[in-house]
């Protein structure tokens, strides 16, 4: 990269992807950068709050341990001893079925089992269902060809009852996706990789026998930060200092500059030079921020969907009784408008003072997008009924917290590698030009981190 020593390398959207960019890029040397942020804070969708003692989490609550650049990260930013595993637990999860929890079979992974036994045993599935499973691990069917949806691919393999009641719930509470939109090979693509070769179920039992076996401490799944997710854009923020860092400065506009690098136009008017530009705001903001520097790459970042959510804490000072666990799902079926409530308390027990119950209710995505545009009374009704209804919580909350997040949650729909394909060969017409974010190529936290890794290392030019 040309950076030339005075124009600076500029990152637009400081939510986790663009500020693991400008970590990533001051690691490689590059101190002269700058970080333009359309809101007053740092973070983007992590947003964290403590008060009376409980920690709310407005957007993400933790991350997997599996995908390492997030773990990483914190600890290259001195968050190591911060990091708080999730409490162990069995059942981890509950599917509401026929209005009563049931527990989801241990080792269920997403859309197949790792392991046979509380498959056999789970009063989720029909013994017709169940066969269904054991054919894909005997001999797989042939499969959906081409980008089919998760819906699609399911179906195909597993059978139509195990993607009403396992799968489509778990994509609603994970992605805030329909499975009849969602792209199989982008949404999950482990799995796809998986399929390619063969049984997923048969796959997936090797896997897990071989960590049984294997003399690896087994890492917990997921993780968070003791005073809040937050810490983690907080802690890159300070690294970067104000003096690279704006905050409330919306970029509106890149163009490209004659003889090359770029000018960013802010909402205060004022004009700012760039020897190269990582683009980490939502792609749906590419639409008019970029339509100038090259309009079928706007567009192509306008075809990308995004969905809706809410989500809504029920605070406690006196715990309420509730099943083991971490949370449960909620089908469609069940007739209820929650996706997925989480027992925060239990998952991880300092987020609530002792003797008191968080609860999270998780409510909208792509299948019901006028939950967030309830109004705060109208949610936090809904959330008490709710938590009466199915966990017969009957007490009133003592305090609720409502976090709305519009067209926050990027959807792989089907196409989304043709269009990822399409956005790559418009960018690579604009050398300095990189995008990160949710968007692309794996929405969870970590996946973020890792798009804005690679986003330093494509400016840079260096391996
Ligand atoms: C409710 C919810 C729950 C989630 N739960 C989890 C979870 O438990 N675990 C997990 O791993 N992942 C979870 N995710 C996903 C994960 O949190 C996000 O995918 C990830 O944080 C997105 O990071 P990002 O930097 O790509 O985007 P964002 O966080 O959206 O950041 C983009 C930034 O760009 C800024 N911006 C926008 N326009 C402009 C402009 N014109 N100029 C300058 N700046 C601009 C925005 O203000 C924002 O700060 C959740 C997401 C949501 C919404």
Redesign the pocket.
């Known amino acids: 990269m040309s950076n030339g020593g005075e124009r600076p390398v500029a990152v637009?959207?400081?939510?986790?992807?663009?500020l693991a960019a400008a970590w990533e890029l001051r690691r490689r040397g590059v101190e002269n950068l700058r970080v333009?942020?359309?809101?007053p804070r740092?973070?983007?969708?992590?947003q964290s709050e403590a008060r009376n003692g409980f920690r709310f989490e407005?957007?993400?609550?933790?991350?997997?341990t599996a995908k390492t650049s997030?773990t990483e990260l914190c600890r290259a930013v001195g968050l190591g001893d911060a990091l708080v595993a999730c409490a162990a637990a069995q059942p981890r999860s509950w599917i509401l079925h026929r209005q009563r929890l049931e527990p989801l079979p241990e080792g269920w992974q997403f859309l197949a089992a790792a392991r046979a036994g509380p498959v056999l045993r789970t009063r989720l599935l029909s013994w017709p269902a169940k066969l269904h499973l054991a054919r894909e691990f005997a001999a797989p069917a042939a499969v959906t060809t081409g980008d089919a949806s998760v819906a699609d691919s399911v179906r195909a393999r597993f059978g139509a009852e195990v993607l009403d009641t396992l799968v489509t719930p778990l994509l609603a509470g994970v992605y805030g996706g329909d499975p009849e939109a969602l792209s199989f090979a982008a949404t999950l693509p482990r799995f796809a990789e998986l399929a390619a070769k063969g049984s997923i179920g048969r796959a997936l039992w090797r896997q897990a026998r071989r960590s049984r076996n294997g003399s690896q401490t087994p890492q917990p799944l997921f993780v968070t930060l003791q005073d809040g997710m937050e810490s983690l854009p907080r802690a890159l923020a300070a690294a970067l200092g104000a003096e690279r860092l704006r905050c409330g400065?919306?970029?509106?506009a890149v163009r490209p500059l004659p003889g090359g690098g770029y000018e960013l136009r802010l909402s205060d008017g004022v004009q700012a030079a760039a020897a190269a530009v990582i683009f980490?705001?939502?792609a749906r903001?590419g639409v008019a921020?970029l339509r100038e520097l090259d309009g079928e790459l706007a567009a192509a970042l306008g075809a990308i969907p995004y969905a809706s959510?809410a989500?809504v804490h029920l605070a406690y000072s006196s715990a309420p009784a509730l099943p083991s666990g971490f949370g449960f799902l909620a089908p469609r079926r069940e007739g209820r408008r929650l996706l997925a409530a989480t027992f925060v308390h239990q998952k991880f027990p300092h987020r609530a003072p002792p003797g008191g119950a968080l609860l999270r209710f998780?409510y909208g995505g792509a299948l019901d997008p006028e939950a967030v545009a309830l109004d705060d009374s109208e949610l936090a009704m809904l959330a008490s009924e709710e938590a009466r209804g199915i966990l017969g919580v009957g007490a009133a909350p003592d305090w609720v917290h409502i976090?709305r997040?519009p067209q926050?949650?990027?959807q792989y729909t089907v196409g989304h590698a043709e269009r990822l394909a399409r956005i790559a060969a418009r960018q690579a017409r604009h050398p300095g030009l990189a995008l990160?974010?949710?968007?692309y190529r794996g929405?969870?936290?970590?996946?973020?981190i890792a798009?804005?890794q690679a986003a330093a290392q494509l400016v840079t030019g260096a391996p």
Do not use: K, Y
């Open positions: 637009i959207g400081a939510g986790i992807a663009g333009f942020e359309a809101a740092p973070g983007g969708v992590i407005g957007g993400p609550d933790s991350f997997l997030a400065a919306a970029v509106t980490a705001a939502p903001v921020l959510a989500t998780f976090h997040w926050a949650m990027p990160a974010g949710a968007a929405i969870g936290v970590p996946d973020a798009s804005g």
